[in-house]
C-alpha cells in the first residue's frame, strides 16, 4: 500500500522559514517524479514544485520561484521543501503527491499524503 | 499557461439524480493529460478519471470522463450520499505546468 506522510508544518512568522519532509512507504520511491501541491484556506488546489525520480530536474510555479526548493533523498525515501521568505499568501496545506509518468513525460497525481498545515502569521 | 474554468461554482442535486460538470480549457489539452479528483472535507484529493476517461482502480462506474481539445465533463450517472464534495480537474502541462480548475462543490439538495 503506497503511503505518503507529510510533516513540518506549523506557525511561522513573514519572512521565515520552514521545511517540509514527505515520507513514503509502498513504492520504490527513486522511480517517481513527485511534486507538491498546496491549497489555501477554502480555496482551491495550485501545484507548487515538481521534482524528478532521479532529483536530477526540479520546477516551480512562478509563486514560489527563488523562495522554494524542492528536494528528495532517495536514500530515506523522503520528499523535501524548504520554504524561505514566507509570506502570508503562503498560509496553505501543503500536500505531496506522487505523479504517474511514462518514460518521458507525467500525466497526473495518483497518490496523496493527508497534508501538512503552514500557516504565515506575525 | 493554461487556465481550466469549471462550471458551475455550486451543483445542488439529490440523491439519485444524475450530475454533469463542466472544465474548459484556455488552449487545447491533450485528453492524455486530462484528470478529475475529488476532495471531501479534511481530506486529501482522491484521483477519479484520468485521461480524460479512464477511471482510476476502485472508482465505480456511474463515474465516466469526456471530452477532448478544449472541453471536459464529469458525470456521475447516480448521485450517492458519498459523492457529494468537491470536484477539480487538472491538466498536466510541459515543462511541466500544471494547472487546476476553480473546482466545482457539489452539494445535496
Redesign the interface.
Known amino acids: 500500500e503506497v503511503q505518503l506522510l507529510e510533516s513540518g508544518g506549523g506557525l511561522v512568522q513573514p519572512g521565515g522559514s520552514l521545511r517540509l519532509s514527505c515520507a513514503a512507504s509502498g513504492i520504490t520511491f527513486s522511480s517517481y517524479a513527485m511534486s507538491w501541491v498546496r491549497q489555501a484556506p477554502g480555496k482551491g488546489l495550485e501545484w507548487v514544485s515538481s521534482i524528478s525520480g532521479s532529483g536530477g530536474s526540479t520546477y516551480d510555479a512562478d509563486s514560489v520561484k527563488g523562495r522554494f526548493t524542492i528536494s528528495r533523498d532517495n536514500s530515506k525515501n523522503t520528499l523535501y521543501l524548504q520554504m524561505n521568505s514566507l509570506r502570508a499568501e503562503d498560509t496553505a496545506a501543503y500536500y505531496c503527491a506522487k505523479a504517474y509518468c511514462s518514460s518521458t513525460t507525467c500525466y497526473y497525481f495518483d497518490y496523496w499524503g493527508q497534508g501538512t498545515l503552514v500557516t504565515v502569521s506575525s | 499557461e493554461i487556465v481550466l474554468t469549471q462550471s458551475p461554482g455550486t451543483l445542488s442535486l439529490s440523491p439519485g439524480e444524475r450530475a454533469t460538470l463542466s472544465c474548459r480549457a484556455s488552449q487545447s489539452v491533450s485528453s ?2 486530462l ?1 478529475w ?1 475529488q ?1 471531501k472535507p479534511g ?5 477519479l478519471i ?2 480524460a476517461s479512464s477511471r ?1 482502480t476502485g472508482i465505480p462506474d456511474r463515474f465516466s470522463g469526456s471530452g477532448s481539445g478544449t472541453d471536459f465533463t464529469l458525470t456521475i450517472s447516480r448521485l450517492e450520499p458519498e459523492d457529494f464534495a468537491v470536484y ?1 480537474c ?1 491538466q ?1 502541462g ?3 505546468r ?6 466545482t462543490r457539489l452539494d445535496i439538495k
Open positions: 492524455s493529460f484528470a479528483y476532495q481530506q486529501a484529493p482522491r484521483l484520468y485521461g482510476a477539480y487538472q498536466y510541459s515543462s511541466p500544471i494547472t487546476f480548475g476553480q473546482g
